[in-house]
């Protein structure tokens, strides 16, 4: 697990961009697991800028949305789907066939949460999966008691979630209780994990998922036992953590060494 506090959530997406675009140009093919909410938008705008200023290629990349909604369609505005088609794929090239969203709507729901994990095996499993965190330490909707090697499936969202989200629904507008989630185990499997976490809304989980013990009731904490873990901070996210001092010295360390060439 690698901790990055960054100047600002402006370098942050730098970050997770560069990284996400170097992945493109060594694998034109490349397997992305993407995120919403409002941290992984800076990320966006600048695929997207890459794509149009700089011609980066998503013709042959393979996307599976981590998350969505039970019951909302995808015509629905507040969907996850037509969050990612405003924020991400209006502005890129990848074919619509090869946009992957956990099934969240009529029956067989079961099976066919087996068959979206069928479907990420297919592609040869995700090379970078794109995470933010709830105040709660949940990833994806896998919300605190989900079990570590949990699979896609339906659940019910926390009173906590449901309180953090009901800023997007206006007084007597439907909010869905329930959604459909890539589990823990799901997202472990993916080869690198970037999660992006800003604002002091976010120190607590963020210290339980890095600095607590790996346990169901933090579900981000159990990035601790994943190999290529990376967490971009901003100063906020990052205020609570007791090793902050160090990461901040580990990076310029590392900058050193790359800087010389040797990393
Ligand atoms: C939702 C999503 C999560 C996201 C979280 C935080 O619950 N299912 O994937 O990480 O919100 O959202 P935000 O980035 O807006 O803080």
Redesign the pocket.
Known sequence: MKVIVCRNAEEAADLAAREILAALAAKPDLVLGL??????IGVYSRLIRAHRERGADFSRVRTFN??EYLDLGPGHPKSYRAFMRRHLFDGLNVPEDRIHFPPAEGSGLADRCARFEDEILDAGGIDIQL????SNG????NEPTSSLRSRTRVLTLTAK?LE??SRFYSPGEFQPQM?V?MGIGTILDARRIILQAFGAK?ADAIRAATEGPVSSFCPGSALQIHPRALFLLDPEAGARLSMREHHLRARENEETLRREGRL
């Open positions: 995120a919403t909410g409002s941290t992984p981590l998350d995470l933010g965190i709830g949940h990833i994806g909707f979630t953090d989200n959604a989630t976010k």
